[in-house]
């Protein structure tokens, strides 16, 4: 789904590459995540699989795609395999969430027909079954998560993209959002989820990816995560953590 | 992205943009109408030029003593000319009778002139009146010629008021365009930054670059075409009210018809569509990144 091969991004101006050397292959159907302190390189390395960056080096490919040189109709038509979701939901207020979901079908010109069933089946999926006619400042930060995954999804993307989806919430809904994604890897999408929340990492036992100053440093197939202390140490290769542990505070590792 | 989905997003960028789209339309009707009114005043020279060709000749006025040696040498000459169309010449007899004709409602001068007050005449007609300064050049002070006279310098006046009108019509559109085109790309840049979000939601979920920029394009492309259509408006005014209304009964020329005022609210009303669109594309290009 995703081969990452020598990708190294420096941003213009910057003393340090932003990711350096990375090569990685993420097959169909993988629930990966992306770990890493703050500034370590996740998000940047979910832009250029989005290809809202264009790497320094090395290719990139998505979905069979290689990434470079894309026309703009190529681009626009790769991005519709990939969903993506933000800490920060990217809703739009002034519509409800049935319409910010329909939102991603209108302007792809998919067919009204389509919209009716596809919108629908993705917020019972979502839990917002009942909410589809409510503004998204009329939700919880939950449930406009749950809003912003329905229209990342209700296309069907074979590729879904979560950037720390649960910073925002308390841990008990973060828990809830990723109990969510899992359902989605469950239907066969592929998920990548850039997070340093390590009760999350440890609760699902997924492949790990561990990035620390743009280098990738751990690829472990069923890791648990153990975020960096303020004084940077070598962190161990696997640390076992109950899944009853406590979800660190909100941004505990925020820089 | 669907013809439905597009017009929604039309008419929330209308009504975002509501005082800024009316500040555009009313630039756009001032610019687009000065163009309108220096396009009509273009086709109300060419409407007399057109007149004048069949009108306005060259009269050489004869001598009382001219032989008829002469006067035929002058004939043949005449018609050497490659501007010349026709030559005819006019006894003292037939001269005044003309005259007669030509001020048959002004008693007051016909009964000061007697049939041997006036010269004969040749007049001559030429292929293009334009160039009938030669003749009169090339003739002046020959053998039996009294004078070389040129109908249509009597109108020189009046070409320089239509040309004066047209180019100041044409300069103020210019100026206006100026301000035009500055109002659109403003109002494409804001419209841009107020729909950022939604842009880059666009975008994330795999919108086309068309599909991107169209709402703008559209939004601008409207504001013109209606700033082109109120000025069509105005020149329909004109030419109904000014045209055949105040100047009908007061010149002896033909003035423009129908078939130049719709051709000027077709041409005013695209170029204000077009304009607009052209000056969103260019401002999508700079403040939108797809």
């Given at each position: ?29 993988q629930f ?115 809003a ?42 592929t ?17 790990v ?9 751990r ?37 | ?39 009509l ?13 069949g009108?306005?000749e ?43 004709r ?43 010629v ?49 729909r ?95």
């Open positions: 789904m995703i081969r990452l091969s020598g990708v190294t991004k420096t941003y213009p101006r910057a003393k340090q590459p932003a990711l350096e050397g990375i090569t990685v292959d993420i097959p169909a159907g990966v995540f992306l770990v890493g302190a703050s500034g370590s390189g996740k998000t940047t390395l979910l832009r250029l699989l989005l290809r809202a960056e264009e790497p320094s080096a090395g290719r990139i490919e998505v979905a069979g795609r290689d990434l470079a040189g894309l026309s703009h109709r190529r681009l626009a038509r790769a991005r519709r395999q990939i969903g993506c979701v933000f800490q920060d939901f990217r809703l739009l207020s002034d519509r409800t969430v049935a319409q910010n979901v329909t939102f991603a079908l209108d302007v792809t010109g998919r067919s009204r027909r389509a919209a009716r069933t596809a919108v629908p089946e993705i917020l019972e999926l979502v839990g917002l079954a009942d909410k589809g006619d409510r503004y998204p400042e009329q939700l919880s930060g939950g449930e406009q998560q749950r912003a995954l329905a229209r990342a999804m209700v296309a069907r993307p074979p590729l879904l993209l979560a950037d720390e989806p649960t910073g925002n919430l308390d841990p008990a809904t973060g828990a809830g959002i990723v109990h969510l994604l899992e359902r989605i890897n469950e239907a066969g999408t998920v990548v989820m850039a997070t340093h929340n390590a009760a999350h990492v440890n609760a699902l036992r997924r492949r990816l561990e990035l620390d100053a743009g280098v990738l440093v690829d472990h197939p069923s890791g648990a995560y153990s975020p960096p202390s303020r004084v940077p140490a070598p962190a161990p290769a696997s640390v076992p953590a109950p899944a009853s542990t406590p979800a660190p505070a909100l941004g505990a590792w925020a820089s | 992205m669907r013809p439905r989905a597009l017009l929604t997003a039309l008419a929330a960028t209308l009504r975002r943009n509501l005082v800024m789209v009316g500040a555009v339309v009313v630039t756009a009707t001032i610019c687009l109408a000065l163009l309108g009114a220096g396009l005043l273009r086709a109300q020279v060419h409407t007399v030029n057109t007149f004048l060709l009108q306005v060259v009269v050489v006025d004869l001598t009382d003593d001219a032989t008829g040696p002469q006067v035929r040498a002058l004939e043949s000459d005449l018609r050497a000319e490659p501007v010349v169309t026709s030559v005819d010449y006019e006894s003292k007899q037939a001269t005044f009778d003309r005259f007669r030509d001020f048959h409602d002004s008693p007051a001068i016909l009964s000061g002139v007697a049939p041997g007050d006036l010269p004969a005449t040749v007049r001559v007609a030429l292929t293009d009146p334009r160039r009938s300064s030669d003749i009169v050049t090339d003739y002046t002070g020959r053998a039996g009294e004078s070389v006279r040129d109908d249509r310098a009597v109108l020189a006046p009046l070409y320089r008021v239509l040309r004066g009108f047209t180019i100041g019509a044409f300069t103020l559109a210019l100026l206006q365009a100026t301000a035009m085109l500055a109002l659109i790309y403003t109002l494409v840049r804001a419209s841009a930054h107020s950022r979000r939604e842009t880059a939601i666009m975008r994330l979920v795999g919108a086309t670059d068309t599909a991107i920029r169209a709402p703008f394009i559209l939004e601008s492309g409207l504001a013109g075409l209606a700033g082109g259509l109120l000025a069509g408006a105005c020149l329909v005014g004109l030419k109904a009210f000014l045209v055949d209304g105040a100047l009908a009964g007061e010149t002896a020329f033909p003035l423009i018809g129908w078939d130049a005022v719709w051709r000027g609210v077709i041409t005013v009303a695209v170029a204000g569509a077009v304009a607009g669109a052209l000056t969103a594309g260019f401002a999508l290009r700079r403040h939108l990144r797809v």
